[in-house]
Nanobody
Framework: QVPLVESGGGLVQAGGSLRLSCTAS????????MGWFRQAPGKDREFVAS????????YYADSVKGRFTISKDYAQATVYLQMNSLNAADTATYFC????????????????WGQGTQVTVAS
């Protein structure tokens, strides 16, 4: 499988910011949608944001609109998730994922996954 590697997680105070990165090794994802999901202990995996590999059509869950920004670096096979105004509800393991074709918020539609990076928001 094509590996996806997330980085940038950590411990941050409420109101702070983090930027997550997702890098695809060995290939590009032309024609794919790139997505971010998160999962807290005992909770279902939740859609966060997605973007086409071209960099167009960013899309966000209502819970993160206005606070998170998804973007793509054209020169590198890297997708970013800039997270601002973090709060305790954002605490979760964050996963990068990819699917062929157009946007979906359903994690079952995504065929490639990273191992996850932990984000913990403390008061």
């Amino acid at each position: 499988q094509v590996p996806l590697v997330e980085s940038g997680g950590g411990l941050v105070q409420a109101g702070g910011s983090l930027r997550l990165s997702c890098t695809a090794s060995g290939t590009t994802f032309y024609g794919y949608t790139m997505g971010w999901f998160r999962q807290a202990p005992g909770k279902d995996r939740e859609f966060v944001a997605s973007i086409l590999y071209t960099g167009s059509s960013p899309y966000y869950a209502d819970s993160v609109k206005g606070r998170f920004t998804i973007s793509k670096d054209y020169a590198q096979a890297t997708v970013y998730l800039q997270m601002n105004s973090l709060n305790a509800a954002d605490t979760a393991t964050y996963f990068c994922a990819a699917k062929f074709g157009s946007r979906s918020t359903n994690y079952n539609d995504y065929e490639y996954w990273g191992q996850g990076t932990q984000v913990t928001v403390a008061s």
